[in-house]
């Protein structure tokens, strides 16, 4: 089933989830309207892996849902949206969000905040986005503790923020831990919040990203293992095999609506 999650952006549900179908070029100048009016508004950058703890856990479910953009993140959702009619659809993935942003926000002038990860990769993000584009304006830099932050911590961070003029605020705490930052701060935080997970690494350098052929192919996700198998080969064999199993009903399911419907009138 198709819907609008904003009046600008049509969605197909995939797995139970809305997720934007749209071509990337689209999902970007729709972050950034909202950026430059100073919405408060939470954009998901979904892959399997937030699809599955989503589907897992209700109330993760719920702060999904309530988002007011979830891209396509990973090949397996772009397919899966191409099965079901969204036949263009294209890939809008984390580290592709974060080089669209810095390329396209000072034209739209709009500036960046950073917040989370570490104070060395934030270093080294503030080194790359200096030589690279230097036009644009970088509002703050902000790293976030692991530890739960106390009510006057979280105040005084919600303050810089929004005292910082930025429109969009680029969130690295991962996956749900970010999502929930982002819902709990929705209309306390006046930009765009976009979780980026692990995308601030790699654009620092410290993690590498698959070459675009492994990209394109789907396989990102296996060279993402081959770099750190003792983190994430449970993370991905608890979830590939249960995505692969839901969307396979979903298609099966949408088909035989699809011929039921077209009986229908017959009968």
């Known amino acids: 089933m198709t819907g609008l999650l904003d009046e600008h952006v049509p969605v197909q549900d995939v797995i139970g989830f809305p997720i934007a179908a749209l071509p990337f070029d689209d999902q970007l100048s729709a972050i950034l309207r909202w950026a430059k009016s100073r919405l408060s508004k939470t954009v998901c950058i979904a892959n399997v892996h937030m699809l599955i703890e989503a589907h897992r856990n209700a109330q993760f479910a719920a702060m999904l849902k309530a988002a007011d953009l979830i891209t396509p993140d990973?090949?397996?959702?772009?397919?899966?949206?191409?099965?079901?009619?969204?036949?263009?659809?294209?890939?809008?993935?984390?580290?592709?969000?974060?080089?669209?942003?810095?390329?396209?926000?000072?034209?739209?002038?709009?500036?960046?905040?950073?917040?989370?990860?570490?104070?060395?990769?934030?270093?080294?993000?503030?080194?790359?986005?200096?030589?690279?584009?230097?036009?644009?304006?970088?509002?703050?830099?902000?790293?976030?503790?692991?530890?739960?932050?106390?009510?006057?911590?979280?105040?005084?961070?919600?303050?810089?923020?929004?005292?910082?003029?930025?429109?969009i605020v680029l969130v690295s705490l991962g996956c749900p831990k970010q999502e929930r930052w982002m819902v709990e701060h929705q209309n306390r935080v006046n930009m765009v919040m976009i979780g980026l997970g692990g995308a601030f690494p790699v654009f620092a350098g410290i993690h590498r990203r698959a070459p675009l052929l492994i990209q394109r192919l789907g396989l990102e996700w296996f060279y993402r293992l081959v770099q750190e198998p003792n983190r994430l080969w449970k993370r991905y064999t608890g979830t590939i095999p249960i995505f692969i199993w839901l969307a396979i009903k979903q298609i099966l399911t949408s088909e035989q609506m699809l011929i039921t419907s077209k009986k229908s009138p017959a009968q």
């Open 74 to 167: 990973g090949m397996p959702l772009v397919w899966m949206l191409r099965l079901l009619g969204i036949s263009r659809q294209e890939r809008v993935a984390g580290p592709d969000v974060l080089t669209a942003l810095c390329r396209s926000a000072p034209e739209a002038e709009v500036s960046l905040f950073f917040l989370g990860s570490q104070s060395v990769i934030l270093e080294r993000m503030r080194e790359r986005l200096e030589r690279e584009f230097p036009t644009l304006t970088i509002a703050g830099m902000e790293p976030l503790p692991f530890r739960p932050m106390t009510a006057q911590e979280d105040a005084e961070i919600v303050q810089k923020l929004n005292a910082s003029g930025a429109g």
